[in-house]
């Protein structure tokens, strides 16, 4: 019995094969070129048959699905946040010892001041050629600081711009998230009233040919709509710098009104209209 099933699942490996050799085989040939339409065609009638209803709330799981999705991007902006700060406050360090380094050679240079084989640092007396000595030693190592701290404060400035950039982000996704959801609403409550008209007229016409006759006209409606909206699209596609110039002034200013409209000053907008 096993050696029967593995020589089963070795013609069945086998025919597998073929079906995928000859479709690449097809490919770029004539028959493939039909195959591939005819695959289109059974692609879109099914399509055509989902229900409304089913394709919203498949909208709305995929919707739910891209916000899980955001999480890991809050995790690594999170992460580019801790690491960032992290860097940051290595910066300061850093300005900070420059600061006390370079009060030190500031004293130890003011002492020098003078020919004398003694001097006084903080207090102390030292050999002037050892004071001498030490302040070429810390210049040396303040100025390989000094560039140490250019080179991280500009590291620092690309960090925080990378920072920035992925925060605007997150927060566009957001936004975008939003406006598909009232969207979705709005999709749902236009079926909702859809499937409330066509049950009314369902209910005054008993005849299976009314009904028939209903859904190729909405079929025809919807095919007419969908010939508007390519055109509509295929017009913006082609507009130009200047038209879409254009076209970006318009939408601004309809934000604009909306804004001056909705969060304006009421009393403002009151003594306007006096």
Not at 188 to 195: F, G, H, P, V
Not at 261 to 271: H, I, L, M, N, Q
Request: proline fraction near 1%; include cysteine.
């Amino acid at each position: 019995m096993v050696k029967g099933f593995s020589i089963m699942c070795k013609k069945v490996l086998i025919a597998t094969l073929a079906v995928v050799v000859g479709l690449t085989v097809i490919k770029g040939t004539w028959i493939g070129s039909h195959l591939r339409m005819r695959f289109n065609k059974a692609s879109c009638w099914v399509k055509d048959r989902v229900p409304p209803e089913q394709e919203i709330a498949r909208l709305r799981m995929e919707l739910d699905n891209l916000s899980k999705e955001d999480d890991k991007y809050f995790d690594q902006v999170a992460r580019q946040t801790t690491k960032v700060n992290k860097y940051e406050r290595s910066v300061i360090a850093l300005k900070k010892d420059l600061a006390e380094q370079e009060v030190s050679i500031r004293e130890m240079k003011t002492a020098l001041v003078g020919d004398a084989d003694q001097v006084t640092v903080r207090g102390a007396r030292y050999d002037r050629s050892a004071v001498l000595e030490q302040v070429r030693l810390d210049a040396r190592a303040f100025q390989a600081d000094e560039e140490t701290l250019k080179s991280k404060e500009e590291h620092l400035k690309a960090m925080k711009k990378s920072l920035a950039i992925n925060k605007k982000k997150l927060n566009d996704l957001k936004v975008v998230r939003e406006q598909m959801a009232t969207e979705l609403q709005k999709l749902e409550t236009a079926l909702a009233e859809e499937r409330q008209i066509q049950a009314e007229q369902n209910s005054t016409l008993d005849d299976a040919a009314y009904q028939e006759l209903r859904k190729s006209l909405d079929a025809v409606k919807d095919k007419i709509d969908v010939m508007k909206e390519t055109r509509k699209l295929k017009r913006e596609a082609s507009n130009g710098p200047v038209r879409a110039s254009q076209i970006q002034r318009e939408q601004d200013n309809k934000v604009d009104k909306y804004l001056e409209t909705r969060f304006g000053d009421k009393k403002e907008v009151v003594s306007e209209k006096k």
